[in-house]
């Protein structure tokens, strides 16, 4: 497990997956991050890539040939080396070479930085083409943050904040048997107080979000998101039909890149809301977030 710490937070972040398992508030004594129990998700913050969400069937194609791949892609379950290390500041690198030709006919360099701002997280994504030819990708986040944070909270006592991209109208979609479907433009997104029934039929996504702020009404502590010219985010919790409750975490998932569409023909190439990288070139791609 690597450290970072400064006067504000102190941040563990496992070397599998380059994934933050942990962030401790220093001045209020609140852990922020979701504890990875396998009673409702053993995850805590995987990085995604190189899809988000689930493909149709389970499969793709790329000049002719059929790929499959699992939901969210193989990132997450890869050991990263630590590239660099100070006492604010980390970053870990992937280097595929080869490991995964069977199911991805790209090769990559994947570097994830973790650097401390004050009372922030900051998260900075570098994707390098290591091939001679176009290379396609989604990459996305997907941190658990933990609610209640107080003892005398309950998760209706948080609500959720959007502020929308300026100059662009906000779309939500949704998901039928974890497949994208566009449901329309927003003509206002403000505040969405958390109810167990709001992910009984799965994630929110929207597209055209710049920040959103997990906060409770009691306590004012929360999170807060920062994540502008994303295309997406998707928000989500664990929904357990016996009893119509969620887990105790929420998901703020900033991402490049969705599931597949109904209407998806499989060709990677012209998958709905994926990158192209050009040969030799470097993806850059940065979120912040908040601890209050």
């Not at 006492?87 to 992937?94: E, G, K, L, P, S």
């Amino acid at each position: 497990m690597i450290t970072v710490e400064n006067e504000w937070l102190k941040v563990e972040i496992e070397s599998h997956g380059a994934e933050v398992r942990k962030v401790k508030h220093k001045k209020n004594g609140l852990d922020y991050m979701w504890t990875g129990d396998n009673k409702y998700w053993g995850r805590v913050s995987p990085v995604l890539f190189p899809i988000v969400g689930r493909l149709k069937d389970d499969q793709y194609q790329i000049h002719d040939q059929t790929y499959k791949m699992s939901q969210h892609g193989f990132l997450r379950d890869v050991e990263f080396h630590i590239l660099e290390q100070t006492a604010t500041n980390a970053a870990f690198m992937f280097e595929s070479a080869g490991r995964f030709s069977e199911v991805y006919p790209y090769e990559f360099k994947a570097i994830i930085r973790y650097m401390l701002k004050g009372d922030s997280l900051i998260v900075h994504w570098e994707i390098v083409n290591e091939n001679e030819k176009e290379m396609h990708f989604a990459i996305g986040a997907h941190p658990a943050f933990k609610i209640p944070l107080l003892e005398n909270e309950t998760i209706e006592d948080y609500q959720l904040h959007f502020t929308p991209a300026v100059g662009k109208n906000v779309i939500e979609y949704e998901l039928q048997n974890s497949l994208l479907k566009e449901k329309g433009s927003v003509n206002e997104i403000g505040t969405l107080p958390l109810t167990n029934s709001l992910f009984a039929c799965d994630a929110l996504v929207y597209s055209n979000i710049d920040k959103i702020t997990l906060v409770s009404k009691k306590s004012s502590h929360g999170v807060e998101v920062l994540f502008e010219d994303f295309p997406f985010v998707g928000i989500w919790s664990k929904y357990i039909p016996e009893d119509d409750s969620i887990a105790p975490f929420v998901c703020i998932e900033p991402w490049y890149g969705v599931a597949d569409t109904y209407d998806t023909t499989g060709n990677f190439s012209e998958k709905f809301g994926n990158n192209k990288l050009e040969p030799g070139n470097t993806f850059h791609a940065e979120y912040l977030i908040r601890f209050k």
